[in-house]
C-alpha cells in the first residue's frame, strides 16, 4: 500500500494561484499513474490531471487545461499540481491517488486508482 500525503491547500481569491504537492511512501510498488482528483460540495469526484510516471504523458480536464500544470519529482517522490488563474469553480477537496497497475481504462475513472491520500481543501473566493 502507498501512503500519499497532499499539501498546499488554502484559500485565494480568483485569478491567484496555488501549488499542491503530494508525497508517497511506504510501499515499493510502482506508481504508473498519479493523479489528482477534486470533490466539490455536492458533487461527484472528478479527474483534474494525471501523469504516466514512465513517460511523463500528462492528461488534463477540458476545465482546467491551460490553468493547471501536472508535474513529478522522482527524486523526492512527490507529484505536483500548479494551479494557476483560479477561479471559484475550482473550490474543492483536492485528492492525491496512484495506480499500482500498469493497465487503466480512463485516467480520469478514480475506480482505476488502488491508493488515495485524505485530501486537502482549495477555496477560491470571488
Known amino acids: 500500500q502507498v501512503s500519499l500525503v497532499e499539501s498546499g491547500g488554502g484559500s485565494v481569491q480568483a485569478g491567484g494561484s496555488l501549488r499542491l504537492s503530494c508525497a508517497a511512501s511506504?510501499?515499493?510498488?510502482?506508481?504508473?499513474?498519479m493523479a489528482w482528483f477534486r470533490q466539490a460540495p455536492g458533487n461527484e469526484r472528478e479527474g483534474v490531471a494525471a501523469?504516466?510516471?514512465?513517460?511523463?504523458?500528462?492528461y488534463y480536464a477540458d476545465s482546467v487545461k491551460g490553468r493547471f500544470t501536472i508535474s513529478q519529482d522522482n527524486a523526492k517522490n512527490t507529484v505536483s499540481l500548479q494551479m494557476n488563474n483560479l477561479k471559484p469553480e475550482d473550490t474543492a477537496m483536492y485528492y492525491c491517488a496512484a495506480r499500482t497497475l500498469p493497465y487503466i481504462t480512463s485516467w480520469a475513472n478514480q475506480r482505476d486508482y488502488n491508493n488515495w491520500g485524505q485530501g486537502t481543501t482549495v477555496t477560491v473566493s470571488s
Open positions: 501523469i504516466y510516471t514512465a513517460a511523463g504523458r500528462t
Open positions: 511506504g510501499s515499493t510498488e510502482r506508481r504508473y499513474y
